[in-house]
């Protein structure tokens, strides 16, 4: 059991989730507090923060605690942030970024160690964000199933998310190649060692070791297997409420239900390694 000194840290389910106060997120972390946040990120799989006030600055500072910041292959950053993803829906949105399950820019070679998202404008109510744990997903399958899908792979494709979606931002996408990456099923978290599901709704496309209609079935069946209510945590924001997620071990899904209010904010996404 990890005891925090410079932190509190309260579970908010005992599989996923957790608040922590006792912290300015806009200060620089001493490397006792850096460890504690770390430490609670791997224990919980998702961390949340209220009433920080964060500059664009400030933000990405507390990201590269963490490690070098990704920039978005799709959206751009606002002038001088490439780092930064802008997430912000208002009555002439069309959609809203993360509105299916997914683990971000999972069709990367690499992709992202986690996500740190920091709203400064909510709706009245709605707009809460679900997480779901893919280790406890994974833990709760049988034997069998866990050994034939060790066995497999799949594939995640930013085309399948990405062509035209950013056009309301004067992004032209013609002729341009987004990534895609093969990924074990199965990945083990490089830190935890824990394994998790490594598929999602918003990225894969396929496992190419099947038969396509195997393949459709088999995702089908993980998909809706990780997003049970059982391996979730729901967060509710308040204005200057943080989340961090750790991309590795946990999905999430953003809920549209405000519209046509707004809802808006800055992301920043920390580098990860290849999942094994
Ligand atoms: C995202 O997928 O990063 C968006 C999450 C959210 O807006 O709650």
């Keep these: 059991m990890t005891t925090y000194e410079t932190i509190s840290v309260e579970p908010i389910t005992p599989r996923i ?8 997120l806009a200060q620089p972390l001493g490397n006792q ?17 209220r009433d920080q006030e964060m500059t664009l600055d400030q933000h ?7 490690g070098e910041l ?39 070679e690499e992709p992202p160690m986690g996500s740190i998202l920091h709203l400064h404008t909510i709706p009245t109510c709605g707009g809460d964000t679900l997480f779901a744990s893919a280790g406890a997903a994974y833990d709760a399958l049988s034997e069998p199933m866990k050994g034939f899908l060790a066995t ?20 032209d996408d013609a002729g341009k190649v987004y990534p895609e990456a093969r990924h074990p099923i199965v990945r083990t978290h490089p830190v935890s060692g824990r394994k998790s ?12 070791e099947l038969e396509k209609s195997e393949s459709a079935a088999v995702l089908k069946f993980l998909t809706d297997h990780i997003t049970q209510p059982q391996f979730q945590v729901r967060f509710k924001w308040e204005k200057n409420s943080v989340a961090f997620w750790d991309n590795r071990a946990v999905q999430h899904y953003a809920m549209w239900d405000y519209f046509p209010e707004v809802r808006s904010g800055f992301r920043v996404t920390v580098k990860g390694t290849r999942p094994v």
């Design 152 to 171: 497999l792979t799949a594939i995640h494709s930013g085309e399948k998310l990405y062509r035209g979606r950013y056009k309301h931002q004067g992004v």
């Design 197 to 208: 599901l490594f598929v999602n709704q918003g990225f894969t496309l396929r496992i190419p």
């Design 17 to 24: 989730g957790a608040m922590i106060s006792g912290i300015d």
């Design 33 to 49: 507090q850096f460890q504690e946040v770390h430490d609670a990120l791997m224990r919980h799989e998702v961390i949340f923060f």
């Design 60 to 66: 990405k500072e507390f990201g590269r605690r963490f």
């Design 70 to 108: 990704d920039i978005h292959p799709g959206s751009p950053g606002p002038e001088g942030h490439p780092e930064v993803l802008v997430i912000h829906a208002d009555e002439k949105s069309k959609f809203v970024a993360g509105g299916l399950w997914h683990s971000d820019v999972s069709c990367l």
